[in-house]
């Protein structure tokens, strides 16, 4: 199932090589749409030739539509897709001062490259600039250290925001591109008759058009009619890749190994009490959060696991191994990274603690302290824990 | 027969080189997880060349340390990796459409030296806005823009927007 990470499952090397060919796959699509050109990039913004837009709206819809689609006949799995994280405000303000910066310069980063690489002397020039104007931020970033940080949200997508499904969201972005299109059209037809525009290179019919739009919004219906699959779908899709931790249970651990990550402090941990309300108000480990199974299909609840910071650990508490096990299944798919079951849930757990009470206080059993652990045997538990971090969120623009 | 001689072939169809893009920019999400992108090697491109003269330099700003501190090489990442394949990919492809050749794109109304100055300053403004907005129109707008993040969507109508509202201002840089 899709996505490989080349560099981790072939070496380096190989890794190298494929970044190397998609860069060149990038390289000559930009080259082919004649965005070495800047009169023709900033022609953009006099509305004359309207080729940006176009090509950059067609590539975000097809490219779209191929990963939502395959994601929802389960060929790739969204939740290990790196999805540019939100940093809103600078975002914005870094977007006007970079459209400034295409229209004085006629170029961006990439396309400045390309247009560099076929001896354009504009070109280098602009990507020398680049190359200085990135080395000023590291230089005055302490100035807008605060601003650059606000404003953040992990994984925020458009579907969030709108509150409509994945598959929704691909079909309104899909019309609306089919919309800017048509747009597009009308502009640059309007220039052509007052004479001013630019001519156009190649004959296409409005037929085959019409064909290109309806091949695109049958795909983005059928991406929306099929659905992205619920975490139970995901797990049938899946479990080959995870099934070997649970049988190995090297995702069980030990009440101790509880004790000791609950006290460090270098570890932000996030406990999920799967018992029922009565068992939970009975007794329950501190700091733990009562949930039932139906909060596991909830996205925003789950998104908050899936994007707790690197030192982020999950641990699932419930009596019934069964059910743990599932919870387990369920969050493993949507993609929250350190997850973990406590080892026969809360059963054992004062059998475990009696009469080890500390020198001088008896035992809180919902907060065991550190100092507990040293009443037991060095090899009372094995540790398994082990933090895991994607370093993925950033992409390569970091 | 002389290179000048020869005209240089048509671009293609923008949504046809939209529906090429689309399919490099899936294949980059499907074969190494994250998408496209080029500032990130500019940045690193930068910190390396600042090395070569002042290593202590990197080495204290932290913003540059993280990219080549210590003996930490900027340039060995796989975002420099794309961006050579970009420029290799740029250079064939032109070449095979015989557009590769020495030469100033630029507006009728402006000289050679004036068109260089504003790509320069073009370039400056373009490489500090795309390290504050974490990416620039390849790794923000068409990367995030296909997985639909809100930022990138964000930041894509912002780039345009920032075009559009100083386009009349300099229009001389570019028209008639």
């Not at chain 1, 035992?363 to 398994?384: G, I, S």
């Amino acid at each position: 199932m899709l996505p490989i990470d080349v560099t981790a499952d072939f070496g380096k090397l190989i890794g190298y090589a494929v970044f190397f060919l998609i860069g060149a796959g990038f390289g000559a699509s930009l080259e082919v749409a004649g965005f070495g050109d800047s009169r023709r990039l900033a022609a953009q913004f006099y509305f004359k030739d309207m080729t940006v837009l176009k090509t950059m709206f067609t590539g975000i819809v097809v490219a779209c539509i191929l990963i939502f689609f395959s994601s929802s006949l389960g060929w790739l799995d969204f939740a290990q897709i790196a999805v540019n994280q939100t940093y809103l405000w600078s975002g914005i303000v870094g977007g006007l001062i970079m459209g400034v910066g295409f229209v004085i310069g006629g170029y961006c980063p990439g396309t400045s490259v390309v247009s560099a690489a076929s001896f354009k002397v504009d070109g280098i020039v602009f990507f020398a600039g680049t190359v200085i104007g990135a080395s000023v931020f590291g230089e005055t970033v302490s100035c807008v250290y605060d601003f650059w940080n606000s404003s953040f949200t992990d994984r925020f997508l458009l579907s969030d925001l709108l509150g409509w499904s994945l598959g929704a969201t691909v079909v309104g972005v899909t019309v609306m591109a089919l919309c800017m299109f048509y747009a597009a059209e009308k502009c640059e037809e309007y220039f052509r008759l007052k004479g001013t525009g630019t001519g156009m290179s190649w004959k296409i019919s409005n037929r085959n058009y019409l064909v290109g739009a309806g091949v695109l919004l049958s795909m983005a219906l059928i991406t929306w009619g099929i659905g992205q699959p619920d975490p139970a779908r995901k797990w049938k899709l899946l479990s080959s890749r995870y099934e070997s931790l649970l049988v190995s249970r090297d995702v069980f651990i030990h009440p101790l190994e509880y004790v000791k990550t609950w006290n460090d402090s270098g570890v932000k941990l996030v406990t999920l009490d799967l018992r029922s309300k009565e068992e939970f108000e009975k007794f329950h480990l501190s700091g733990a959060k009562n949930i039932e199974m139906a909060a596991l299909f909830n996205s925003e609840f789950v998104s908050t696991l899936a994007s707790l910071p690197d030192q982020g650990v999950v641990i699932i508490v419930s009596n019934d191994e069964q059910v743990a096990t599932q919870a387990w299944q369920w969050l493993k798919v949507q993609g929250v990274i350190n997850l973990y079951i406590l080892e026969n849930g809360l059963q054992t757990w004062a059998q475990i603690f009696a009469g080890k009470d500390l020198p001088h206080e008896p035992l809180d059993l919902a907060r065991p302290p550190l100092k507990v652990l040293e009443q037991f045997p060095k090899d009372a538990f094995r540790t398994k824990i082990k933090l895991k971090t994607k370093k993925r969120a950033g992409g390569l623009c970091s | 027969m002389g290179e000048s001689t020869v005209q240089p072939r048509n671009f293609v169809n923008p949504y046809l080189a939209g529906t090429l893009l689309g399919f490099v920019l899936f294949s980059a999400f499907a074969l190494t997880h994250g998408g496209l992108g080029a500032s990130g090697a500019i940045s690193r491109i930068g910190v390396a060349t600042m090395d070569l003269f002042f290593p202590s330099h990197v080495d204290r700003v932290g913003y540059f340390a993280a990219m080549g501190g210590g003996a930490k090489s900027a340039i060995d990442h796989s975002s420099v990796m794309m961006l050579l394949g970009t420029f290799a990919g740029g250079m064939l492809s032109a070449r095979l459409n015989r557009r590769l050749r020495f030469e100033i794109f630029k507006g009728p109304r402006i000289t050679n030296g004036q068109r260089l100055v504003f790509a320069l300053l073009g370039g400056v403004i373009m490489g500090y806005g795309a390290r504050l907005a974490r990416g620039c129109t390849s790794g923000q707008a068409l990367s995030g823009g296909a997985v639909l993040s809100v930022g990138s969507w964000a930041f894509m109508f912002s780039v345009f927007g920032g075009g559009y509202l100083l386009a009349y201002f300099v229009r001389k840089l570019w028209n008639e």
